[in-house]
C-alpha cells in the first residue's frame, strides 16, 4: 500500500532550519520542472529558506525518485513527480526503489491535459487518420514516451487500446529527457507521442508538431481549437497528467503535514494560481491522507490497464 507517515518522530517545530532541495526527474523546461520552479520561491518565501530546484532526468525518469528514495527521512529532500510516480510501481519492475513503500505521499499539486502529437513528417492530422494509418500498416508505426511507466507511456498504452492499434514502442536512451522525445517526433523517429501541453506548445506554434487531440473530457484554453480525443474518435477518452510531491518513508508525520499544508498555502497564491491557470492546470485540493489514498487507486488502475494491454514489466 501507499505509505502515509507513522513515524512520529520530532515534531516540525524548527522546520525547515536549513535549506530545502526539489529534485526533478524529468529535466530542465519539463512539466515538473517548470512547477518546481514556480513553486520553489513561494515555499522559500513562507520559510525562511532556500529551496532548489534539481534536474536528475535519466533512466527513463527514474534516477531522480532513485537519489530521493536513499535521500534521509527528514524533508530536506523533496520529489516532484508526475502520475509516473503511481504508474511506475506496476510498469517497472526492475527498479532499485519501491514508487509506493519508499515513499510517502505529501501534497497534490496540479492536473492538465496531455496533448497528441504527431510529427509534422509524419502526414498526420487527426486523431482518425492515426489510427486508419496503424490499422492499413499494423506493426509499422512508432510511438515514443519518457519511459515505461510514465504517463507519456502509459497514456499512450491506453489510447492504442482503446483505439484497437499495435505500433512499435520505441524506448528512449538512457539519457534521454522529454524534450529529446519530442525532438524525436519532429524529426520522424518516431510517429507520434504524448506530451504535456505546456511542453509541446512551442513546437506546435512553430508548427513542427501537429495537435491531434487532447487527453482530458474537455479542451484546453491553451489549445482550443484541438479536440479532445473522445471527441476526435476514441470514445470516453480521459487520461489527465497530475502531478505531486513526495519524501522518503519514513519522514517524521509533523514535517510531513507542515509540508501538506504550506504547499498548499503556497498554491493557493493569486500569481501561482494564475502561473498553472496560464500553463494549461488546474490546482489539485485534496489533503495528505488523500493524496496517499489517490495515489494508490492511481497504481492499481495503472495495473489494470496494462493487465489488459498484455504489458510485462
Do not use: C
Request: glycine share 10%; net charge positive; charged share 15%.
Amino acid at each position: 500500500m501507499t505509505r502515509t507517515s507513522t513515524n512520529l518522530g520530532p515534531s516540525a517545530q524548527g522546520y525547515p532550519a536549513k535549506p530545502v532541495r526539489i529534485i526533478e526527474p524529468f529535466g530542465a523546461g519539463g512539466g515538473p520542472d517548470l512547477l518546481a520552479r514556480a513553486l520553489a520561491p513561494k515555499l522559500s518565501e513562507l520559510w525562511g529558506q532556500p529551496v532548489t530546484v534539481e534536474n536528475r532526468p535519466g533512466a527513463g525518469a527514474t534516477l531522480g525518485p532513485a537519489l530521493v528514495a536513499k535521500s534521509p527521512a527528514d524533508g530536506y529532500t523533496l520529489l516532484i513527480n508526475t502520475s509516473a510516480q503511481a504508474y511506475s510501481a506496476t510498469l517497472s519492475k526492475k527498479l532499485s526503489y519501491d514508487p509506493l513503500k519508499d515513499f510517502i505521499p505529501v501534497a497534490s499539486l496540479t492536473n492538465q491535459p496531455y496533448v497528441l502529437v504527431a510529427g509534422k513528417a509524419a502526414g498526420i492530422t487527426t486523431v482518425r487518420e492515426l489510427i486508419a494509418m496503424a490499422k492499413m500498416k499494423p506493426g509499422e508505426l512508432k510511438f515514443g514516451s519518457t519511459g515505461a511507466g510514465t504517463g507519456t507511456h502509459l497514456g499512450i498504452v491506453k489510447f492504442n487500446l482503446e483505439a484497437g492499434i499495435k505500433v512499435v514502442d520505441v524506448p528512449p536512451q538512457p539519457t534521454d529527457a522529454i524534450a529529446d522525445v519530442l525532438a524525436a517526433s519532429i524529426e520522424g523517429r518516431i510517429t507520434y507521442m504524448m506530451a504535456p501541453i505546456s511542453i509541446a506548445l512551442t513546437s506546435i506554434h512553430d508548427g513542427n508538431l501537429l495537435p491531434l487531440g487532447v487527453t482530458t473530457t474537455r479542451r484546453s484554453t491553451l489549445l482550443p481549437e484541438v479536440p479532445t480525443i473522445a471527441e476526435a474518435g476514441v470514445a470516453g477518452f480521459d487520461f489527465p497528467i497530475w502531478y505531486g510531491i513526495w519524501v522518503p518513508a519514513g519522514t517524521p508525520t509533523g514535517v510531513v503535514d507542515k509540508l501538506s499544508k504550506d504547499i498548499a498555502r503556497a498554491l493557493a497564491t493569486p500569481d501561482l494560481r494564475d502561473w498553472i491557470a496560464g500553463h494549461g492546470g488546474e490546482p489539485m485540493k485534496m489533503t495528505q491522507p488523500a493524496f496517499a489514498r489517490f495515489v494508490q487507486t492511481e497504481s492499481e488502475g495503472a495495473a489494470r490497464l496494462s493487465k489488459a494491454a498484455g504489458i510485462k514489466p
